[in-house]
């Protein structure tokens, strides 16, 4: 299995990649459909509760699903962990990836969790962050996973191998909300829960952008490219329900 110090790395390598910095927060789901290098596809689906997200890579085209029924937090891990296996594994299939952090999973599960920790937050980050704290109290780590927007369960394990904490500390926070807790701090509870159910389902990133260019080519009809994004449930790009953008000379 690749040692922590080496996953830190290769997600260091990762940011550069995408254009970011070793210490800044990332808006990860932003930089990934931007990235044009990488044919990469983004679905939101609500995939079964023991499985956080899966990808596939057929020859350059790489589809990474991500379980909409998971908080936002835990998405952004989820595509995180999933560009690891994309990015730095060999793909063959189909790659399903579960639920849990936890110390029991394969090498290959294990490395996508740390990489995807390390991502969010590379190890310095942390490092550089945490001079400014005495000790961790639950809203020193509420503050933390808020500005690297990371859910409070990937924060607290990391936490831990990274040795801030000590182990089982864990239990310490076990009967608090944490998105009440967050909320008292003035924080929003967006992190801590899932998409609305009518954003359950959602394609963004290279699929979307090859059903446009096919259609620009006159290599399909309009009632086609309607159809294909109606597949990729953009039923908002089809019938223009742009509710929240207004008008854009105001
Ligand atoms: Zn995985």
């Not at 689906?45 to 499985?51: A, C, F, K, N, Q």
């Not at 400014?132 to 933390?144: S, Y």
């Not at 290599?219 to 597949?231: C, P, Q």
């Amino acid at each position: 299995m690749k040692t922590a110090q080496e996953l830190n790395s290769l997600a260091l390598e990762t940011r550069r990649m995408l254009g970011e910095d070793g210490y800044s927060p990332i808006d990860i789901f932003a930089v990934v459909n931007g990235w044009k290098e990488k044919k990469i596809t983004i679905v939101k689906y609500p995939l079964s509760e023991r499985i956080s997200g899966m990808c596939t890579k057929v020859d350059e085209d790489i589809v990474i699903c991500i379980n909409s029924t998971t908080s936002y937090g835990r998405q952004r891990f989820t595509l995180a962990h999933e560009l690891y296996h994309i990015l730095y594994e060999k793909v063959e299939g189909r790659i399903i990836c579960d639920m849990k952090i936890a110390d029991n999973k394969s090498d290959s599960e294990k490395e996508a969790d740390m990489f995807a920790g390390y991502l969010l937050m590379p190890y310095d980050a942390l490092f550089q962050y945490s001079k400014k704290v005495d000790k961790w109290t639950l809203n020193k780590i509420i503050d933390l996973e808020q500005f690297f927007l990371i859910s409070h369960m990937a924060i607290m394990f990391r936490l831990e191998k990274d040795g801030y904490m000590a182990p089982d500390s864990l239990a310490d926070y076990k009967n608090v909300t944490i998105s009440r807790e967050a909320a008292k701090l003035g924080y929003g509870k967006e992190l801590y829960f899932p998409d609305q159910i009518e954003k359950q389902y959602f394609t963004t990133g290279e699929y979307v952008r090859k059903v446009e260019k096919i259609y620009d080519k006159g290599l399909i009809s309009e009632g086609k490219k309607e159809e294909l994004l109606l597949d990729g449930f953009r039923a908002d790009i089809v019938y223009n329900f742009d509710e929240e953008e207004g008008n854009l000379n105001d």
